[in-house]
């Protein structure tokens, strides 16, 4: 089976361009979560689906920031426009129920220049 | 805030010794804390975890100890190995959310050495 998997691994981009990162969840996984780990500090949550609803987004940082997950399959993360400080890896996780166990993509490493 | 942090950042062990690695929390209510590993290149990797019910799980040469009265756990990897090398962190369900929105520690690198 399958993991979470995302895309790109690596983004390099200029301050001010945009970019959008995907995470394709385990198949079945109704609960798709994003978070960011910015500048080698914590894992930061962003935010929360349910299928295709925001269940949470209390993380997410900015209006810069805008995540979909159209049809509550994949999701995607755009970041527009993209600031140095936006820099680090974002990593997508997916779980079957919103109390099992949440699994981790590779993460896509985003460097603003 | 919420914190869920880490001691040291780096901890460097001989293979074959025993690796202990540091984590303490602020919020005197959380109740359940899982222990990641994550490998250079990959996600968090899910390694144990431990209600706060207990005071020791264990699992395959890990051991997570939980003493809630200082608020603090700790991971123990017996007999390391180099394949154990990798940051490790410690995480916590966020109060005010559900149970995967979780709080991270900062992170520990642990590096074997033969």
């Known amino acids: 089976e399958a993991g979470v998997t995302q895309f790109p691994s690596h983004s390099v981009i200029e301050k001010g361009q945009t970019v959008t990162l995907r995470c394709d969840p385990i198949s079945g996984h109704d609960n798709l979560y994003w978070y960011r780990r910015v500048m080698g500090k914590e894992i930061k949550f962003l935010l929360h689906f349910v299928k295709e609803s925001k269940q949470d987004e209390s993380g997410m940082p900015n209006n810069r920031f805008l995540a979909e997950r159209t049809g509550g399959t994949y999701s995607t993360l755009k970041v527009q426009p993209a600031e140095l400080e936006d820099s680090g890896v974002y990593f997508c996780?997916?779980?079957?129920?919103?109390?099992?166990?949440?699994?981790f993509g590779q993460g896509t490493r985003l460097t603003v220049v | 805030g919420e914190s869920v942090g880490l001691h040291l950042p780096t901890l460097s062990v001989q293979e074959g010794d025993n690796s202990i690695i540091n984590c303490a929390y602020s919020?005197?209510?959380?109740?359940?804390f899982i222990w990641y590993k994550q490998e250079s290149g990959k996600g968090p990797q899910f390694i144990i975890d431990i209600r706060s019910n207990m005071d020791k799980r264990q699992g395959q040469r890990v051991t997570v100890l939980l003493n809630k009265t200082v608020k603090h756990l700790s991971l123990q990897i017996a007999a390391t190995q180099p394949g154990d090398s990798a940051v490790y962190f410690c995480a916590a369900p966020d109060p005010s959310g559900g149970y995967n929105k979780l709080i991270f520690g900062a992170g520990t690198r642990l590096a074997v050495h033969p």
């Open positions: 919020n005197s209510a959380s109740d359940y």
């Open positions: 996780a997916s779980s079957l129920q919103e109390s099992t166990e949440a699994f």
